[in-house]
């Protein structure tokens, strides 16, 4: 099925990396984006410029904290009803950028809750619609930091861990389903959607633009491609880590690159 007459259903919608791929859809036609997101005016103020610009029926929003899954189960049913869903973008994501020792544990369990187990939550409730319409494609918006330590956000880099893990096991799930089931698991550096405000890049991995990653990630579901990586050194990043001693790719990756201190000076969206 061709990426102009899909349905995409998009976590986290309502700013960053969410807003940007509902605008670049949208302006795409016969595409309807379906938003979720716990920000509640956030959210009316993109679908009230979206519906604008692109018309009502191509937009519909639904605040939702995804943390709350019998919630989400009644949410995700009410969107089934209306249509099919044809494309899963689990974007929604929380950062935590400080040392272990600074979390509060609310802070923790709110980043591993809405990274992971509201990621994988979602997944079986929208994999269960697809299986029964005999198609569908998953985006599980994972990290670069899915590849290698980054101090200063242990919690983070576990969850994108895990995502790049249970990814490629949906992957291989899906797959196994049919010729019409895909996953797509996007790893990208730091973007600047105002998530990692304060985050130090560089020449090799330099702050992401949201309108190229967006963009690549729709390249991504029309071809079908198992990863995007952003930059191009991230594509090395787990050979790195395969041949070289811990050692080595400590000094490589955290000294030369400076990778472990890139969230020293971390302040976020809304700093």
């Given at each position: ?106 802070q ?24 029964a ?5 998953i ?17 983070y880099v ?22 019409d ?52 050194m ?25 990778i ?12």
């Amino acid at each position: 099925m061709a990426v102009n007459s899909q349905r995409w259903l998009i976590t986290g919608g309502a700013s960053g990396l969410g807003k940007e791929l509902a605008e670049q859809l949208l302006s795409q036609p016969h595409t309807s984006v379906l938003l979720l997101d716990m920000d509640q005016a956030g959210l009316a103020v993109l679908a009230s410029s979206l519906s604008d610009t692109y018309g009502t029926e191509r937009v519909a929003t639904y605040v939702q904290d995804i943390r709350d899954t019998r919630k989400l189960q009644e949410t995700i049913h009410a969107i089934s009803a209306k249509g099919p869903i044809d494309v899963l973008v689990n974007n929604a994501g929380l950062v935590g950028g400080k040392l272990l020792v600074d979390l509060d544990h609310s802070q923790i369990d709110d980043v591993l809750d809405v990274n992971v187990k509201a990621l994988v939550h979602i997944s079986k409730m929208v994999l269960q619609l697809m299986y029964a319409q005999g198609h569908g494609h998953i985006v599980n918006i994972a990290s670069a930091a899915g590849f290698t330590p980054v101090p200063y956000m242990a919690p983070y880099v576990g969850s994108k861990w895990a995502v790049v893990g249970f990814s490629e096991s949906l992957r291989l799930e899906m797959e196994a389903l049919g010729p019409d089931f895909h996953c797509t698991t996007v790893c990208p550096a730091y973007i600047d959607t105002g998530m990692f405000e304060g985050a130090k890049d560089n020449f090799l991995l330099p702050m992401l633009h949201a309108e190229q990653v967006v963009k690549s990630i729709i390249k991504a579901v029309r071809k079908k491609k198992i990863y995007v990586r952003l930059p191009f050194m991230v594509r090395f990043t787990p050979f790195l880590r395969g041949v070289l001693p811990t050692r080595v790719f400590d000094t490589i990756i955290g000294k030369w690159l400076g990778i472990y201190k890139s969230m020293a000076a971390f302040k976020g969206r809304g700093a």
